[in-house]
């Protein structure tokens, strides 16, 4: 019905047309009548396309994308490989001279990520003409305002459509093909415009290695529909659904591609496409927006978002919508690649079922109310098809390139007014500049956070000379400084100036504002544990400097020549990476701070005897510490540093957590094994393998942890004859992914630490520990009453003579969102009753808050406790009650609380939203317990966050290093540790 309706539309037109260039003079094209019979039969409503894509012309030049695949794009039940989808572009330009295809980089599995380019034959012939003239505009210093307009005037926006960064998310990468084919070949009007007065550009998949895996899944369980499917563990190489969570740090290869792309065509819009939210949700959020963002920069979003939502409703799309989804606050996203380098930065939520699949959609009253924003809402029930989620996405990318082709100048004036205000920054808004003094105690960490800067493009110069100014660290009182030469000073009169405001501010979440979607509170300064001054007086400008070229390094080498070195303590994960270098040269360290040669040396302090100066040379300044000779050992007790075997736990469930230690990790080069929690139960004795074994925050609940995934049958994970990419080299693969640590692997893991391993758990892992009786006095409770989600958070070392505190000073902001807090109590674990009410203070009863309960047919406690002392005195009982005992080994010494957030409920917070404060107050952030030989290390924030928190690092790190000495600088044995879980 639907197609002879059609067709006979067409048969009245004029169809026929001669492209307008020499090179294609000879190309005709015609209706396609096969491809566009199958677009109607695969669209399940009319509603659901539109008149862009319900058909497609076939050119006698350019092969369309059904004859090079074997199917039309959107065809049920078939999805395409990277490589295919790649081809198929790299054949579109050697047919087109309309198109260019680019390599842009490999990812973490080696994979190519293509860039085609779109316009018509004349602009890609000149294509160095068009991103000079953004060039410029992105770096407005000393361009006249005529000479910025002339070049809009010659300038043509490029548009960057990025396909599918979420691989389960399928439709992407096929559309683009389709919208490739048409922007290059289709005659018609629209398209001219387009290609007269805009330059497209295409990255059909951004996570290319998720892409294959995902595919080889989805069309392997089409063959196989009996065979059990385990879901996409790993999406990409590390993150899965993170990936498009690094945009501080742009620790991903995806992250760092996009980024180095940008910087060399300076595109006027980025525009994600994702597939979660029926049927076609056009991004501009809910707010509160990112403080730092250009007014202009949110104008255009919805602009765009209601220019593109209007052109589908008018023709008579149902389900496409605005506003109601995401907030647009935390510059975490891939699209802070955009926004924060006066980019315009947008996303796509469409709809698809599974992959390719169709069948009934079912959705719940939420998606399908009527709401200001959602007036024409997607249906309760329909049947729904790739094909549907084809249509509506590349209708709309359609019309958001056509209304940036008709708007060229309006686009290109808007890019330059942001790159204007950014270098304006210093002076109108401020700051002027952040000041990272050369005299921080961590150059590693500083060096890190620099490195951070440069790779989101930022210029860093460097002082030449001293100065002083007046500045505050964020959160903090400002007062004068004194910098010494060789301080490096981030300019705020840069092109880049948002993204480093953004990323070192303070920023404040309020509770009244709408629900945030991630992180509230990312100030990187205070994550990383470096000194960041921000300046206000843009005199700071006129201090001599020099702009830095190449990568900021951290200082490293050894000085002085001497059979004694010390690298003093500074909790820098650096003196990790050097003590893996050289694993196996004998290092000490020193338990008490020390005095040598007219200088002081933090407890912690490593020292090397006797080593080959010039090998100790090479690895300190690879891994960038400072060795200084010594002319003596110092006379403090001293421990081994080790370099131990390390495991990180995944579970077969959800690998992005678990992903970020790994990146943090290889990216300091720290060997480790990746081990599956169901493995842990079969492996007979752990401690031969392992000293420590790390457990990120894998699962929500113990009951997950322990039992992992469920089915009837085995499920494999492992490489096939059609499934080659599922576990490449660095992941992990089994026959049978189901079952989680189990009561083998809670035991195995027991007899671990009990044997002198370490247990490091994080999060709500802790519970792995603290929830089944390894650590008898260490409770875990869910906070009541807290909202804190994703915050910076003020902390303070109360163990400074711990080893797992070497090198830090006592104040410490820490990464934390609202997980499990730590109880410490000094009798065992109290009765938790429902609610998980142990420790939350007296139970309901007779009395107030303050007063004893009075339970009734017995006498009062301290009755029947004097009773039962006959003539013994309570400390007399005390004397003789021997120690507590736990699976047979001796009961260690009271817990050791390391790190603790601030005591005052108004100075916790640092960045983001936080209601509650008194809930979390005072409360015991990093734990130490001691179970048999072993020790086990509890951690209620996480100290490796997105590659964000490199101040933590160090708390696990030394841990590790010093996993055998972890009592050393101990207080003396006296009453332990209880603690009031109120936190007040
Ligand atoms: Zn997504």
Same mark, same amino acid.
């Given at each position: 019905?639907?197609?002879?309706?059609?067709?006979?539309?067409? /048969?009245?037109?004029?169809?026929?047309?001669?492209?307008?260039?020499?090179? +294609?003079?000879?190309?005709?094209?015609?209706?396609?009548?096969?491809?566009?019979?199958?677009?109607?039969?695969?669209?399940?409503?009319?509603?659901?396309?539109?008149?862009?894509?319900?058909?497609?012309?076939?050119?006698?030049?350019?092969?369309?994308?059904?004859?090079?695949?074997?199917?039309?794009?959107?065809?049920?039940?078939?999805?395409?490989?990277?490589?295919?989808?790649?081809?198929?572009?790299?054949?579109?330009?050697?047919?087109?001279?309309?198109?260019?295809?680019?390599?842009?980089?490999?990812?973490?599995?080696?994979?190519? /990520?293509?860039?085609?380019?779109?316009?018509?034959?004349?602009?890609?012939?000149?294509?160095?003409?068009? /991103?000079? *003239?953004?060039?410029?505009?992105?770096?407005?210093?000393?361009?006249?305002?005529?000479?910025? &307009?002339?070049?809009?005037?010659?300038?043509?926006?490029?548009?960057?459509?990025?396909?599918?960064?979420?691989?389960?998310?399928?439709?992407?990468?096929?559309?683009?093909?389709?919208?490739?084919?048409?922007?290059?070949?289709?005659?018609?009007?629209?398209?001219?415009?387009?290609?007269?007065?805009?330059?497209?550009?295409?990255?059909?998949?951004?996570?290319?290695?998720?892409?294959?895996?995902?595919?080889?899944?989805?069309?392997?369980?089409?063959?196989?529909?009996?065979?059990?499917?385990?879901?996409?563990?790993?999406?990409?190489?590390?993150?899965?659904?993170?990936?498009?969570?690094?945009?501080? /740090?742009?620790?991903?290869?995806?992250?760092?591609?996009?980024?180095?792309?940008?910087?060399?065509?300076?595109?006027?819009?980025?525009?994600?496409?994702?597939?979660?939210?029926?049927?076609?949700?056009?991004?501009?959020?809910?707010?509160?927006?990112?403080?730092?963002?250009?007014?202009? @920069?949110?104008?255009?979003?919805?602009?765009?978002?209601?220019?593109?939502?209007?052109?589908?409703?008018?023709?008579?799309?149902?389900?496409?919508?605005?506003? =109601?989804?995401?907030? =647009?606050?935390?510059?975490?996203?891939?699209?802070?690649?955009?926004?924060?380098?006066? *980019?315009?930065?947008?996303?796509? &939520?469409?709809?698809?079922?599974?992959?390719?699949?169709?069948?009934?959609?079912?959705?719940?009253?939420?998606?399908?109310?009527?709401?200001?924003?959602?007036?024409?809402?997607?249906?309760?029930?329909?049947?729904?098809?790739?094909?549907?989620?084809?249509?509506?996405?590349?209708?709309?990318?359609?019309?958001?390139?056509?209304?940036?082709?008709?708007?060229?100048?309006?686009?290109?004036?808007?890019?330059?007014?942001?790159?204007?205000?950014?270098?304006?920054?210093?002076?109108?808004?401020?700051?002027?500049?952040?000041?990272?003094?050369?005299?921080?105690?961590?150059?590693?960490?500083?060096?890190?956070?620099?490195?951070?800067?440069?790779?989101?493009?930022?210029?860093?110069?460097?002082?030449?000379?001293?100065?002083?100014?007046?500045? &505050?660290?964020?959160?903090?009182?400002?007062? @004068?400084?004194?910098?010494?030469?060789?301080?490096?000073?981030?300019?705020?009169?840069?092109?880049?100036?948002?993204?480093?405001?953004?990323?070192?501010? +303070?920023?404040?979440?309020?509770?009244?504002?709408?629900?945030?979607?991630?992180?509230?509170?990312?100030?990187?300064?205070? $994550?990383?544990?470096?000194?960041?001054?921000?300046?206000?007086?843009?005199?700071?400008?006129?201090?001599?400097?020099?702009?830095?070229?190449?990568?900021?390094?951290?200082?490293?080498?050894?000085?002085?020549?001497?059979?004694?070195?010390?690298?003093?303590?500074?909790?820098?994960?650096?003196?990790?990476?050097?003590?893996?270098? $050289?694993?196996?040269?004998?290092?000490?360290?020193? &338990?008490?701070?020390?005095?040598?040669?007219?200088?002081?040396?933090?407890?912690?302090?490593?020292?090397?005897?006797?080593?080959?100066?010039?090998?100790?040379?090479?690895?300190?300044?690879?891994?960038?510490?400072?060795?200084?000779?010594?002319?003596?050992?110092?006379?403090?007790?001293?421990?081994?540093?080790?370099?131990?075997?390390?495991?990180?736990?995944?579970?077969?469930?959800?690998?992005?957590?678990?992903?970020?230690?790994?990146?943090?990790?290889?990216?300091?080069?720290?060997?480790?094994?990746?081990?599956?929690?169901?493995?842990?139960?079969?492996?007979?004795?752990?401690?031969?393998?392992?000293?420590?074994?790390?457990?990120?925050?894998?699962?929500?609940?113990?009951?997950?942890?322990?039992?992992?995934?469920? =089915?009837?049958?085995? *499920?494999?994970?492992?490489?096939?004859?059609?499934?080659?990419?599922?576990?490449?080299?660095?992941?992990?693969?089994?026959?049978?992914?189901?079952?989680?640590?189990?009561?083998?692997?809670?035991?195995?893991?027991?007899?671990?630490?009990?044997?002198? =391993?370490?247990?490091?758990?994080?999060?709500?892992?802790?519970?792995?520990?603290?929830?089944?009786?390894?650590?008898?006095?260490?409770? $875990?409770?869910?906070?009541?009453?807290?909202?804190?989600?994703?915050?910076?958070?003020?902390?303070? *070392?109360?163990?400074?003579?711990?080893?797992?505190?070497?090198?830090?000073?006592?104040? $410490?902001?820490?990464?934390?969102?609202?997980?499990?807090?730590?109880?410490?109590?000094?009798?065992?674990? %109290?009765?938790?009753?429902?609610?998980?009410?142990?420790?939350?203070?007296?139970?309901?009863?007779?009395?107030?808050?303050?007063?004893?309960?009075?339970?009734?047919?017995?006498?009062?406690?301290?009755?029947?406790?004097?009773?039962?002392?006959?003539?013994?005195?309570?400390?007399?009982?005390?004397?003789?009650?021997?120690?507590?005992?736990?699976? %047979?080994?001796?009961?260690?010494?009271?817990?050791?609380?390391?790190?603790?957030?601030?005591?005052?409920?108004?100075?916790?917070?640092?960045?983001?939203?936080?209601?509650?404060?008194?809930?979390?107050?005072?409360?015991?952030?990093?734990?130490?317990?001691?179970?048999?030989?072993?020790?086990?290390?509890?951690?209620?924030?996480?100290?490796?966050?997105?590659?964000?928190?490199?101040?933590?690092?160090?708390?696990?790190?030394?841990?590790?290093?010093?996993?055998?000495?972890?009592?050393?600088?101990?207080?003396?044995?006296?009453?332990?540790?209880?603690?009031?879980?109120?936190?007040?």
């Amino acid at each position: 019905m639907r197609l002879r309706t059609f067709l006979s539309c067409l /048969t009245g037109l004029t169809v026929l047309a001669v492209l307008p260039l020499a090179a +294609q003079q000879n190309c005709t094209v015609q209706p396609d009548t096969q491809y566009t019979s199958q677009i109607l039969k695969d669209t399940t409503l009319t509603e659901f396309d539109t008149s862009l894509t319900n058909h497609l012309n076939v050119s006698s030049c350019v092969e369309p994308p059904d004859k090079f695949l074997g199917h039309i794009v959107g065809a049920p039940n078939v999805l395409d490989k990277i490589e295919k989808i790649e081809a198929y572009m790299a054949q579109l330009a050697s047919q087109s001279p309309r198109v260019k295809v680019y390599d842009i980089g490999k990812s973490e599995e080696g994979r190519e /990520t293509q860039l085609v380019v779109i316009s018509s034959a004349e602009t890609i012939a000149n294509l160095g003409k068009y /991103t000079g *003239i953004t060039a410029k505009l992105a770096d407005p210093h000393g361009l006249s305002k005529e000479a910025a &307009e002339a070049l809009i005037a010659q300038g043509k926006p490029f548009y960057w459509a990025l396909g599918s960064i979420h691989s389960p998310e399928t439709g992407s990468p096929e559309m683009l093909m389709e919208l490739a084919y048409r922007v290059a070949t289709d005659p018609s009007p629209f398209y001219q415009n387009i290609r007269q007065h805009e330059i497209v550009m295409i990255t059909p998949a951004t996570q290319v290695d998720g892409r294959d895996r995902e595919v080889e899944l989805y069309n392997h369980h089409k063959a196989h529909p009996k065979e059990p499917q385990p879901g996409l563990i790993w999406w990409g190489h590390y993150v899965s659904h993170d990936d498009n969570r690094d945009g501080l /740090t742009l620790s991903l290869r995806l992250s760092q591609i996009v980024m180095d792309t940008t910087m060399k065509w300076h595109p006027t819009v980025m525009h994600d496409l994702h597939e979660s939210v029926p049927y076609i949700y056009v991004m501009s959020g809910t707010g509160p927006y990112n403080p730092w963002l250009d007014p202009i @920069e949110i104008n255009d979003w919805t602009q765009m978002a209601y220019y593109d939502v209007d052109h589908l409703n008018e023709q008579g799309v149902i389900g496409a919508w605005t506003h =109601g989804f995401f907030d =647009g606050w935390a510059p975490n996203y891939m699209l802070d690649a955009a926004w924060m380098h006066n *980019i315009i930065g947008r996303f796509y &939520e469409t709809y698809s079922i599974n992959g390719a699949d169709s069948g009934l959609s079912k959705l719940s009253s939420g998606e399908t109310s009527r709401e200001w924003y959602r007036p024409s809402p997607p249906l309760p029930k329909v049947y729904w098809s790739a094909r549907n989620n084809i249509n509506l996405q590349e209708s709309g990318v359609l019309y958001a390139m056509s209304n940036v082709a008709t708007n060229h100048e309006h686009f290109l004036r808007d890019f330059y007014l942001m790159s204007l205000h950014s270098i304006d920054m210093a002076k109108t808004e401020g700051p002027a500049a952040y000041v990272f003094p050369a005299n921080d105690p961590r150059p590693g960490l500083q060096a890190r956070l620099l490195q951070t800067l440069q790779r989101q493009k930022v210029e860093i110069s460097r002082a030449t000379g001293a100065f002083t100014a007046k500045g &505050e660290i964020p959160g903090d009182k400002a007062k @004068e400084w004194h910098f010494p030469a060789g301080s490096y000073v981030v300019r705020l009169d840069q092109p880049y100036s948002r993204e480093a405001a953004a990323l070192l501010g +303070q920023e404040y979440y309020s509770p009244k504002s709408p629900r945030n979607y991630d992180d509230t509170g990312w100030t990187m300064g205070a $994550l990383g544990n470096v000194e960041t001054v921000q300046v206000t007086d843009p005199k700071v400008l006129q201090v001599p400097m020099t702009a830095v070229k190449g990568t900021v390094e951290a200082p490293g080498g050894a000085r002085g020549a001497a059979h004694i070195f010390a690298i003093d303590a500074n909790a820098d994960p650096n003196i990790a990476m050097f003590r893996y270098a $050289l694993a196996s040269t004998p290092m000490e360290v020193a &338990e008490k701070s020390f005095e040598m040669a007219g200088r002081k040396f933090n407890a912690g302090t490593v020292i090397i005897r006797n080593s080959s100066a010039s090998a100790l040379n090479a690895a300190a300044e690879t891994a960038g510490v400072r060795l200084l000779g010594l002319a003596a050992v110092p006379k403090v007790p001293m421990h081994p540093l080790l370099a131990p075997r390390i495991a990180i736990v995944h579970n077969w469930s959800n690998t992005t957590n678990d992903g970020w230690f790994r990146v943090s990790f290889d990216e300091m080069k720290l060997p480790y094994d990746y081990v599956a929690l169901n493995k842990l139960g079969t492996i007979p004795d752990l401690r031969s393998k392992y000293d420590v074994i790390l457990l990120p925050p894998n699962d929500r609940s113990l009951a997950g942890i322990v039992n992992g995934v469920s =089915g009837k049958q085995p *499920i494999p994970w492992q490489n096939t004859a059609d499934m080659p990419n599922l576990a490449p080299p660095g992941l992990d693969s089994t026959p049978d992914i189901r079952g989680g640590l189990g009561l083998a692997g809670l035991q195995r893991l027991g007899e671990f630490v009990a044997q002198g =391993g370490l247990l490091i758990a994080i999060g709500p892992d802790m519970a792995v520990a603290a929830d089944t009786g390894m650590t008898p006095d260490v409770t $875990l409770r869910q906070p009541r009453g807290l909202d804190a989600p994703g915050i910076v958070a003020r902390a303070q *070392i109360t163990d400074l003579d711990s080893p797992i505190a070497y090198g830090y000073s006592p104040d $410490l902001d820490i990464y934390y969102s609202a997980g499990p807090l730590i109880s410490i109590s000094s009798g065992g674990r %109290g009765f938790e009753g429902f609610g998980g009410g142990g420790n939350q203070g007296r139970a309901s009863g007779i009395g107030s808050v303050t007063s004893p309960d009075i339970l009734q047919t017995r006498p009062s406690d301290s009755v029947l406790l004097t009773k039962s002392l006959g003539k013994l005195t309570l400390k007399e009982a005390e004397k003789q009650t021997p120690a507590r005992r736990f699976d %047979g080994g001796p009961a260690g010494p009271p817990p050791r609380v390391i790190v603790r957030l601030v005591k005052n409920p108004d100075d916790v917070l640092l960045s983001g939203l936080l209601t509650g404060a008194k809930e979390i107050a005072n409360q015991p952030m990093v734990v130490q317990t001691r179970h048999g030989e072993g020790y086990i290390v509890l951690f209620a924030t996480n100290p490796f966050r997105r590659n964000e928190t490199g101040g933590e690092f160090a708390l696990v790190l030394n841990a590790a290093m010093n996993y055998k000495n972890l009592n050393a600088g101990a207080k003396p044995k006296k009453t332990p540790v209880t603690d009031n879980p109120s936190g007040n």
